[in-house]
């Protein structure tokens, strides 16, 4: 890898991930990008994966061309299906050589209240953020990890509360944050470590997209209660997948890192408003490239 073209300014040091393969689901853009990107700038060999094999495709060049790192590769897969998901492991594992990594990170909802839901619909998340996310595991456990050991790091969502007008993500994320701890302990002895990260709110662009602008105004009304007073940079939930992966976190399994400014920690029968300020702003390690994430 040729460090005078990597664009990313990662605070790890760039070599840690020299000898890692990686898979990033749901890479080909906002919170699996910067992923994908911290990795590669790190030196792990990357597969990102998802739906759109134009999207997925073009994302793994503009990986490879911020990092220097030519070991990117990107695999239309559906999450949602196991014989594609099956497929993603194998090629994986024929180009990279082998996983060590696996961060579960595709996934999404839609806003929705429970009376307007179809079961269509509940299933569709419910498969997307539960039941993908455990084949991707299962996958790469029988196939590689079992006899290798390996770390994964599953992308949750805030849910202890419930999740009005998203029932079924939060029903998935509760059942992820329980996987996750379940298989932290089943797989502890075949060196596995299985940890979580839940992002608060990060606004970035195909999020808003997703969610239009009148929902981008609403969440004005909410960034001036969190205590950072801020919504997050894709780059900082990154930084904490890196640090679960790395051998900083050798003693850490079956934990979570809430990474959301201090969001969740707002109550409604709070007395206390942050006053104003922006002391506090965003750590982004992307500032020198243009279209990024
Ligand atoms: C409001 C507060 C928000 C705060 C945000 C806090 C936390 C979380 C933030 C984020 O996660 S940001 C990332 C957002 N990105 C995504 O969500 C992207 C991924 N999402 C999706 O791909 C979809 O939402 C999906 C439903 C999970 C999958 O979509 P897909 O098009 O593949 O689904 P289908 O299988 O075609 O649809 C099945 C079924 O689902 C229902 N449905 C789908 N979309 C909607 C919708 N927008 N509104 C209502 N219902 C929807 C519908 O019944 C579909 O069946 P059909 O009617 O199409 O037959
Ligand atoms: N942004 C936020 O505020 C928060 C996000 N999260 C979670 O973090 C993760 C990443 O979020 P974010 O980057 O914002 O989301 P985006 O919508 O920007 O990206 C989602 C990614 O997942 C892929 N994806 C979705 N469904 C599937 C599927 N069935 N199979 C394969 N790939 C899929 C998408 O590609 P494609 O559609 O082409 O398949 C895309 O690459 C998600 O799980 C999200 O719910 C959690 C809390 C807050």
């Known amino acids: 890898m040729s460090k005078s073209v990597n664009l990313a300014s990662s605070v790890f040091r760039t070599d840690i991930f020299s000898n890692k393969c990686s898979i990033v689901t749901g890479g080909s853009k906002g919170i699996g990008k910067a992923i994908a990107i911290e990795l590669a700038s790190l030196g792990s060999k990357v597969v990102i994966a998802s739906r759109n094999s134009k999207e997925i495709q073009e994302s793994a060049e503009s990986i490879k061309s911020i990092t220097g790192n030519e070991h990117i590769y990107g695999i239309e897969c ?5 014989e594609s998901v099956k497929n993603l492991v194998k090629s994986s594992i024929d180009k990279l050589g082998g996983i060590n990594f696996l961060v579960n990170n595709a996934g999404g909802q839609f806003p929705c ?50 999740f009005p007008l998203m029932a079924h993500t939060g029903a998935a994320r509760s059942g992820m944050d329980n996987l996750t701890k379940t298989l932290s302990m089943e797989w502890a002895s ?104």
């Open 113 to 162: 209240p429970v009376e307007n839901m179809t079961i269509k619909g509940w299933k569709a998340v419910i498969e997307n953020n539960l039941h993908g996310p455990f084949i991707m595991c299962k996958e790469v456990f029988d196939s590689y990890m079992k006899e290798n050991g390996g770390s994964i790091v599953n992308i949750l969502a805030e849910f202890k509360r419930g």
């Open 190 to 293: 075949y060196g596995i470590r299985v940890n979580a990260v839940i992002p608060g709110t990060i606004v970035h662009k195909s999020m808003i997209k997703h969610y239009g602008e009148k929902f981008t105004s609403v969440l004005d009304i909410l960034r001036k209660k969190i205590p950072v007073q801020r919504y997050g940079t894709c780059e900082e939930v990154s930084g904490a997948v890196c640090f679960l992966l790395s051998d900083a976190a050798s003693f850490m399994t079956g934990g979570s890192i809430i990474v959301d400014g201090g969001q969740t920690l707002i109550t409604p029968t709070s007395l206390f408003n942050v006053p104003e300020h922006s002391k506090l702003p965003a750590f982004q390690w992307l500032n020198n490239v243009k279209s990024k994430i």
């Open 78 to 82: 559906d999450i949602r299906k196991e």
